[in-house]
Nanobody, 126 residues
Framework: QVHLEESGGGSVQAGGSLRLSCAAEYTYTSNCWGWFRQAPGKAREGVAAIYVGGDSTYYADTVKGRFTISQDKAKNTMYLQMNSLKTEDAAMYYC????????????????????WGQGTQVTVSS
């Protein structure tokens, strides 16, 4: 497992933007990084993921075109740029790391990830 720490959450109005960061202790044991979110009373859901060894990316349909996942391997950091935020995007956001390469069929599967951050809160007001 690797220690992950998220930052960048906050409160914005609908239509605004935020950039979340996830700093990893190291990345050589991880092949997939993902962002998940959990709103009150709802199950945690996958938002986006990126293959560490390349740049393949995956997105939930609800955020496609508005969110962008990226990584800076030199800094062991992953980002989630969130634009055109909607009230329904409000949630606790978690970053996660998986030892295996993510695919379109697996990136949403929480059991694929063995490291999780503590979460960062995103609030979107109308």
């Amino acid at each position: 497992q690797v220690h992950l720490e998220e930052s960048g959450g906050g409160s914005v109005q609908a239509g605004g933007s935020l950039r979340l960061s996830c700093a990893a202790e190291y990345t050589y044991t991880s092949n997939c990084w993902g962002w998940f979110r959990q709103a009150p009373g709802k199950a945690r859901e996958g938002v986006a993921a990126i293959y560490v060894g390349g740049d393949s990316t995956y997105y939930a349909d609800t955020v496609k075109g508005r969110f962008t996942i990226s990584q800076d391997k030199a800094k062991n950091t992953m980002y989630l740029q969130m634009n055109s935020l909607k009230t329904e995007d409000a949630a606790m956001y978690y970053c996660a790391a998986a030892p295996l390469r993510c695919t379109s069929g697996t990136w949403r599967e929480e059991h694929e990830y063995n490291s999780w951050g503590q979460g960062t809160q995103v609030t979107v007001s109308s």
